[in-house]
């Protein structure tokens, strides 16, 4: 293998690690305040949000499909659900409505 290869991966290895190492770190033994510790919360809905809405308004065959994923992924976020079990709520309720329709 290619010397330059090797060191691009362990350099892309190195700046993946870095940001995931660095708060662990720094801010071990800190406590947070509860704002912050809000903020952060909140964070993987932000993101499954942005990954999520964009999609439910570009599907080509059936846009209800979209629709009704999104739906369901809200209510079961909204009742307070961690994000594995609001992804496999939306992913449960589609394929229901794919058996369906």
């Given amino acids: 293998m290619n010397s330059t290869i090797v060191w691009m991966i362990i350099g892309m290895g190195v700046v993946t690690y870095l940001p995931r190492l660095l708060p662990f770190v720094l801010l071990g033994g800190v406590e947070l305040p509860s704002f912050w510790q809000g903020?952060?919360?909140n964070v993987p809905y932000a993101v499954l949000g942005a990954l999520i809405i964009?999609?439910?308004f570009f599907i080509q065959?059936?846009?209800w499909f979209g629709v009704i994923g999104f739906a369901a992924a809200v209510i079961t976020a909204w009742l307070?659900?961690?994000v594995m079990?609001?992804?496999l709520a939306a992913v449960a309720v589609l394929s229901l409505y794919s058996l369906v329709v």
Avoid: R, S
Wanted: aromatic content about 6%; overall charge negative.
């Fill in 80 to 82: 307070g659900a961690n």
């Fill in 54 to 56: 964009p999609d439910v």
């Fill in 85 to 87: 079990i609001v992804v």
């Fill in 61 to 63: 065959d059936d846009f």
């Fill in 39 to 41: 903020v952060l919360k």
